[in-house]
């Protein structure tokens, strides 16, 4: 997909993620439309992956360690052919298989079960070494939150990437600054995490996590990286595209009414036609 496509993509995403949580009166929307563009790029672009044969052998791998953004996950999924997007409304519902968090029992395509915050990123460096081990040629993906960040665990399995060299695995830091208790700097401060991540040494990219150039350069220098693993860290917007959520911690974890859906639909209808 080029930009334009790529944008267009990222939007419909954003759509999904209003709609389902929408449905559902309940979910995380804000971490959601923050990621929204990470999601697009790793599914329309980065993973080597087939919808027809999620459990492909040779299929890369993604974990969503802050699983609480299933909202946004699902959108991609279900936009690249995983599963109908008519399923979305289904979201939290009972007997429906989009659970509140990633279930891999229940939902093609997810890799791992995820949402209890620092072990996703744990999952992915053991499915990095397992390549390894195996000599074989697909790449890990791990999309974590700066919130997240506060948790030991996440250093841990840095501290063990970086110790197996493992260049074959990508971690992704959403930094939209909000958290569900307010500010991430206010609350206990994950800055500077660039640095955290040279000193255990990742290489290190930091991006506009909106920008698609710069995600897709991001992506494709971390390609380029041996003995040791990538950290991007994208700037982003928390409660990104829709106007009464941007940069609203209060949105961490809230489902618009009738009426805010509204709105949201019609700021997303309005950015779609730009």
């Excluded at 329309?44 to 992956?49: G, P």
């Excluded at 953004?69 to 599963?83: D, K, N, V």
């Excluded at 500010?183 to 994950?190: H, L």
């Amino acid at each position: 997909m080029n930009t334009l496509e790529l944008k267009k993509m990222a939007n419909e995403v954003r759509k999904d993620i209003i709609t389902s949580v929408h449905s559902a009166k309940a979910g995380h929307p804000g971490g959601s439309l923050s990621a929204a563009d990470i999601f697009t790029y790793l599914y329309f672009e980065e993973l080597r992956v087939d919808p027809k044969n999620p459990d492909a052998p040779g299929r890369d791998r993604f974990v969503l360690s802050k699983g609480h953004t299933a909202p946004g996950y699902y959108a991609a999924l279900a936009r690249r052919g995983f599963f109908p997007v008519e399923d979305l409304v289904t979201l939290r519902h009972i007997g429906s298989h989009l659970q509140g968090h990633p279930c891999k029992q229940h939902t093609p395509g997810v890799d791992m079960s995820s949402g209890s915050l620092g072990q996703g990123i744990s999952a992915a460096v053991g499915m990095a070494i397992a390549g390894k081990l195996d000599n074989a040629d697909y790449r890990v993906y791990t999309l974590l939150g700066d919130g997240e960040l506060q948790e030991g665990q996440v250093w841990e399995a840095s501290m063990l990437a970086a110790h197996r060299k493992l260049d074959n695995l990508v971690v992704i830091v959403d930094n939209n600054g909000l958290q569900i208790d307010g500010n991430v700097a206010d609350v206990n401060s994950p800055y500077p995490i660039d640095q955290k991540f040279e000193a255990f040494n990742f290489h290190v990219i930091n991006i506009d996590g909106h920008d698609f150039d710069q995600i897709r350069a991001a992506f494709e220098e971390a390609k380029t990286v041996k003995g040791r693993p990538t950290a991007i860290i994208a700037k982003t917007v928390k409660g990104k595209g829709v106007s009464f959520m941007e940069n609203q911690a209060s949105w961490h974890g809230t489902a618009p009414n009738d009426e805010q859906y509204a709105v949201a639909m019609a700021d997303l209808e309005k950015a779609g036609e730009a």
